[in-house]
């Protein structure tokens, strides 16, 4: 039992230290909506400009990036 745990907890320290936990740090959609719209309010952005922006930034949340624009 207890080498079954040290075995499961080394895999996923490799898993975690070899980049297969960017998953971990995307957001959800609704997180990563809202949060652009924050941003987009906060730069005054309306119509196309402010399309276009939401969709980069949901984009480049979802991917776990968070770039702040």
């Given at each position: 039992?207890?080498?079954?745990?040290?075995?499961?907890?080394?895999?996923?320290?490799?898993?975690?230290?070899?980049?297969?936990?960017?998953?971990?740090?995307?957001?959800?959609?609704g997180a990563a909506a809202t949060e652009c719209s924050k941003q987009a309010d906060a730069k005054g952005l309306h119509g196309k400009e402010r399309k276009k922006f939401r969709e980069t930034c949901k984009r480049d949340m979802m991917q776990g990036g968070m770039k702040q624009r």
């Open positions: 039992m207890t080498t079954k745990l040290i075995a499961a907890a080394l895999a996923a320290t490799f898993v975690l230290s070899t980049g297969g936990g960017a998953a971990f740090a995307a957001m959800s959609k």
